[in-house]
């Protein structure tokens, strides 16, 4: 969520925070902050509630002296509501210490009355004062900022990313890290602190992830790490795959566009390098075929969009490699005591490798003694390092809070894995290998056929649709959670109800919702392949249209049984039923951000989300 920026080094480090937190704007945010020690030795802040130009224009009517140290900081309220005084940074110490943070602090209200107790006095409602003030307390006492954050940072219970500079250490930030992500990028002369790497990518691509329960120093001449008891820690840098332009909007009207035009190439880059003599083989999974060959369950967890991939994943995972898969919400996995144990794979989801609730059920897991995969869209991300083995997607920077590139690209991910899986158990011939991997390798050509000759058909009905309240979506098979995806993305930037159903429970409830000119988005399955799915999806189509619904069908070409009851038709190239998803899913994308662009509202940060949610 929160946005975090730190440097050190010999260039103006006002800009740096500023363009780091412009980087870092998609993870959502309500107030913006930075503070920095200029070369006088004196620490200036500016912080105000609203978006990061409010922050700017704040700075150009009322100049900060700028200097080589700095922190800055983008706020997702939750303790205390979006004002200036509960924005970040925070400062103690008597105004020589600044301190920011991401995450919640569990035991704020205890360490509070303490400091209390002892006289201190307090400016914001925040969690994140009560550790700035303690940390000046222990600063006080020690006089070195790391062996304080080190005191510090041990009583703290909860998730939190804490960011530190003194006045009186100028040239120095620290950083600590528990459940919450945190990472470094290397220069010459100069070294940064991100949320992730978005923040200094523009700089450097060489990077460093800090691991749990521990503590980083960043000054110009290094970098070190030790743990919250001291211990010196080896970290392994690696190389940031993609540049800053990536990242960059690049002449599209929203970050959202430019990754649904980027559909293609996210399963592509996925894809590559994975494919070998008309069989998926996983470099990333060498010498784990004995692990693949042992387990007799698969569960999948994840959240939103992200689960909804897992959701189409399992019926690729149970057809190829014939082991029965559970999909679970990772937030309600761990609550329920599950029932597993070595002989179990747990898969989690998720495309900032951060999500809090997937993290703590990984880590569940693996203290039951489950295995754990994970697929993940962020190189050095938590959620890998807790796993026991890794599948990255490669479809580059997702930068709208809404996903859609990082969906197909995870679906993509699923689908590699269930090919792999199934070669090394045999359940799956070298033909029927072969024929799906040409389906997969086909897909990035058929989802640009459909952004070609569909998005403008789209774009304009969804004009037309811009007064509309409620969008109900139904599927079959692998078309339900295609469903689902698809009333997830209206709800998350269109603001207005909608739902996705199970085409076959429509005569269990859900019929009472249809009445004259509810639009209803149905995803039709093949005529070819899935013919008796498809008689009973163009049954349902008769049944709510007889009720006046206004039907907008996703058919595959050449599917005529659909026209004399659908409104609108939107057309997507043939493909085998397992790989439909990837392409029926385009146009509710496509459609989506047309209705919330119609409404005028901000595709790229909805109301109330944020990017990554790294809190419970």
Request: charged content about 20%; aromatic content about 6%.
């Amino acid at each position: 969520m929160c946005g975090i920026v730190g440097y050190v080094g010999p260039r103006p480090s006002q800009d740096i925070l500023l363009s780091g937190l412009a980087r870092l704007e998609y993870r959502g945010y309500d107030s913006a902050g930075i503070a920095v020690i200029d070369g006088d030795g004196q620490l200036g802040l500016r912080k105000r509630a609203g978006k990061l130009k409010v922050l700017r224009d704040d700075l150009v009517d009322h100049p900060l002296a700028d200097g080589t140290t700095g922190i800055g900081h983008t706020r997702w309220a939750t303790h205390g509501g979006p004002t200036d005084a509960n924005a970040h940074p925070h400062l103690a110490d008597e105004d020589r210490l600044a301190v920011i943070h991401n995450g919640i602090i569990e035991n704020f209200a205890e360490l509070k009355a303490e400091l209390v107790a002892e006289g201190f006095t307090f400016r914001s409602e925040t969690d994140t004062e009560v550790a700035a003030v303690l940390l000046g307390r222990e600063y006080r006492a020690t006089g070195d900022l790391v062996t304080a954050f080190r005191a510090v940072a041990s009583r703290l219970e909860g998730a939190f990313t804490l960011l530190a500079m003194h006045r009186d250490e100028p040239g120095l930030v620290v950083g600590a890290r528990r459940n919450s992500p945190l990472v470094i990028g290397l220069g010459e002369g100069e070294n940064f602190l991100g949320s992730d790497v978005a923040a200094f990518v523009e700089h450097t691509r060489s990077a460093l992830a800090i691991g749990q329960d521990e503590i980083v120093a960043i000054t110009p001449a290094g970098v070190t790490v030790t743990d919250f008891h001291g211990e010196p820690v080896e970290v392994e840098p690696f190389e940031v795959v993609w540049d800053a332009a990536a990242a960059e909007k690049g002449g599209w009207s929203s970050f959202m566009a430019k990754e649904v035009s980027e559909e293609p190439e996210a399963v592509a880059n996925t894809v590559r390098g994975r494919i070998r003599d008309g069989e998926v083989v996983i470099p990333e999974l060498d010498g784990l075929d004995s692990l693949f060959a042992g387990i007799t369950r698969v569960i999948v967890i994840a959240c939103g969009t992200a689960a909804y991939a897992g959701m189409v994943g399992k019926y690729a995972l149970e057809q190829w490699a014939r082991i029965p898969v559970d999909v679970e919400l990772a937030h309600e996995f761990r609550y329920r005591d599950p029932v597993i144990g070595p002989d179990t794979l747990v898969v989690s989801i998720s495309q900032s490798g951060e999500t809090m609730d997937t993290l703590m059920a990984v880590k569940y897991a693996r203290e039951q003694g489950a295995r754990t995969l994970s697929i993940c869209n962020t190189q050095g991300a938590t959620i890998p390092r807790e796993s026991d083995a890794i599948v990255y997607t490669h479809a580059g920077p997702e930068v709208a809070v809404a996903s859609t590139k990082a969906f197909v690209a995870q679906i993509t991910a699923l689908y590699l894995l269930g090919l792999h899986i199934g070669r090394i158990r045999g359940t799956l011939s070298p033909a029927d290998s072969a024929r799906s991997v040409a389906e997969l390798e086909a897909v990035p050509g058929k989802i640009s056929w459909v952004l070609e000759k569909e998005q403008a058909h789209i774009a304009q009905f969804s004009h037309w649709m811009a007064d509309t309240q409620s969008v109900l979506f139904l599927g079959r098979h692998v078309g339900y959670p295609i469903a689902l995806e698809g009333a997830l993305k209206l709800k998350e930037i269109s603001y207005i109800h909608a739902e996705g159903f199970a085409a076959g429970e429509l005569k269990h409830g859900p019929i009472a919702l249809i009445e004259p000119g509810q639009p209803v988005f149905v995803i039709v399955p093949s005529p070819r392949e899935s013919a008796e799915l498809h008689k009973k999806v163009v049954s349902n189509i008769q049944e709510i249209r007889a009720r006046g619904a206004r039907v907008i069908a996703v058919a595959e070409e050449g599917d005529a049984a659909v026209l004399p009851f659908a409104d609108e038709v939107l057309r997507i190239p043939l493909a085998g039923p397992l790989f439909e998803p990837l392409l029926a899913v385009v146009p509710l994308h496509i459609f989506a951000m047309g209705l919330a662009t119609a409404k005028g509202l901000d595709v790229d940060q909805p109301r109330n989300l944020a990017k990554s949610v790294t809190v419970e």
